[in-house]
């Protein structure tokens, strides 16, 4: 029994609001997958106000490692696992649930979770080559994952003022497959996070 929560007793306080972050997109893809099944748009909304709670562990874990001056390898692939689970998935999954399901939106909605997944993997491979002598990373090469937190505001919205489903704002377009046009904030969303020219200064 003890070799089964060996790493577990690894486990330094940031990770554990790391995991945090992972719970709550947890939640919120259940809460998307909730709304299918009863159609309850008070499912999505409890969804969605995962997200900014995530947020809030994501932002916490980093704070709390710096401050017990406990970071780690491990608590860094954490921390992008569960933003490719929160700012990612999580994001799209809401989105489909809200109503943006034609073929093209699939692809659209898996090319931005992609465009995440790459974005945390170029993150942790050049973090030592973009820190500064005191080891801190100054800037971000494209728009941080937890800019999508932007998209589940505006989901939230539309949900608000009942524009989800075949009330989706811009309508939809058959091109073959059915695109939703507002799916294309996912796209560009997706885009300025592998964008190499795009530099933010790291907070």
């Given at each position: ?6 790493m577990i ?13 992972a ?5 919120a893809i ?29 932002a916490?874990d980093?704070?709390?490692?710096r ?9 860094r ?8 689970i929160?700012?990612g ?31 945390l ?5 050049t973090?030592a ?10 800037y ?10 932007v ?17 989706l704002?811009?309508?939809?377009l ?14 560009l ?15």
């Amino acid at each position: 029994m003890k070799r089964h929560f060996s790493m577990i007793r690894e486990f330094h306080l940031a990770d554990w609001f790391t995991l945090a972050n992972a719970f709550c997109g947890t939640g919120a893809i259940f809460a998307a997958m909730r709304f299918l099944q009863g159609g309850h748009p008070s499912d999505l909304l409890r969804g969605m106000a995962l997200i900014p709670l995530a947020f809030l562990f994501d932002a916490l874990d980093g704070r709390i490692a710096r401050w017990r001056h406990k970071s780690s390898i491990l608590g860094r692939e954490l921390d992008s696992l569960a933003d490719v689970i929160s700012f990612g998935v999580a994001p799209a999954a809401l989105a489909y649930a809200c109503g943006m399901q034609g073929g093209w939106d699939w692809v659209v909605l898996s090319y931005f979770v992609c465009c995440g997944v790459s974005r945390l993997a170029r993150y942790n491979v050049t973090a030592a080559s973009l820190s500064g002598d005191d080891g801190k990373v100054r800037y971000f090469e494209g728009t941080p994952i937890p800019t999508s937190l932007v998209l589940v505001v505006v989901l939230a919205f539309a949900i608000w003022h009942e524009r989800i489903g075949d009330s989706l704002w811009f309508g939809v377009l058959d091109l073959g497959w059915q695109l939703h046009p507002l799916v294309l904030m996912f796209a560009l969303s997706g885009s300025l996070m592998i964008s190499k020219t795009l530099h933010i200064p790291k907070p």
